[in-house]
């Protein structure tokens, strides 16, 4: 199993730009999530789906949209990207019932935004 | 929402010596309290949890413990090792319901001197 993926690793965006950061999962974990670590803080939920066609907001959700069309892929989009979206973002997945709660992080993908 | 304070931000120890870094959270449906290790450039890795079921969890050098009453848990490591140097991060979140959403403390930086 590769786990949890995320591509690019690094990217460089002009603001105003847009760009679809990648997630995907080969565990068939039903539930998929969003977050973002800004410099020496925790990581902030921005979005999350709880299966294929089911998707919801988070703490931090403006800015960005998903879409979870298949059960392996979960993308965030930036839609016009903005300084304060600089970050590092991190999906992550798990079973997402009560008795598997354990959530597998991907290696993130470091974004800078001039 | 939930609320998520951790302490302390920083943490030196000597090697050899225990360490402990305490949560407190606010939503008291909050029923599974996982600790996240992340080293400097990497993805944060689960090091242990607790549901809210238990007092206490051990796992070879590290300990949690939860206090449901005071709503407070704590990650206990003991005979630290250089390669315990990192940050640590506390999480809350509840099991069951629509998504497995963590909330993060801020986060401790664990830094053990040889």
């Known amino acids: 199993n590769a786990g949890v993926t995320q591509t690019p690793k690094f990217q460089v965006l002009k603001t105003g730009q847009s760009m679809t950061l990648q997630c995907a999962q080969d565990m068939n974990h039903e539930y998929m999530s969003w977050y973002r670590q800004d410099p020496g803080m925790g990581l902030r939920l921005i979005h999350y789906s709880v299966g294929a066609g089911i998707t919801d907001q988070g703490e931090v959700p403006n800015g960005y949209n998903v879409s979870r069309s298949t059960t392996e892929d979960f993308p965030l989009r930036l839609l016009s990207a903005a300084p304060s979206q600089t970050s590092v973002y991190f999906c992550?997945?798990?079973?997402?019932?009560?008795?598997?709660?354990?959530?597998?992080f991907g290696p993130g993908t470091r974004l800078l935004v001039l | 929402g939930e609320n998520v304070e951790q302490h302390p931000s920083t943490l030196s120890v000597q090697e050899g010596d225990s360490a402990v870094i305490k949560c407190t959270y606010s939503?008291?449906?909050?029923?599974?309290f996982p600790w996240y290790k992340q080293e400097l450039g990497k993805r944060p890795q689960l090091i242990i949890d607790?549901?809210?079921?238990?007092g206490e969890k051990k796992d070879q050098r590290i300990a949690v413990t939860l206090n449901k009453t005071a709503k407070h848990f704590s990650l206990h490591i003991t005979e630290t090792q250089p390669e315990d140097s990192a940050v640590y991060f506390c999480?809350?979140?509840?099991?069951?319901?629509?998504?497995?959403?963590?909330?993060f403390g801020g986060g401790t930086r664990v830094l053990v001197k040889p």
């Open positions: 992550a997945s798990s079973y997402g019932d009560d008795y598997q709660e354990t959530q597998y």
């Open positions: 999480a809350a979140s509840i099991v069951g319901a629509a998504g497995n959403k963590l909330t």
């Open positions: 939503d008291s449906a909050s029923n599974y």
């Open positions: 607790i549901r809210s079921n238990v």
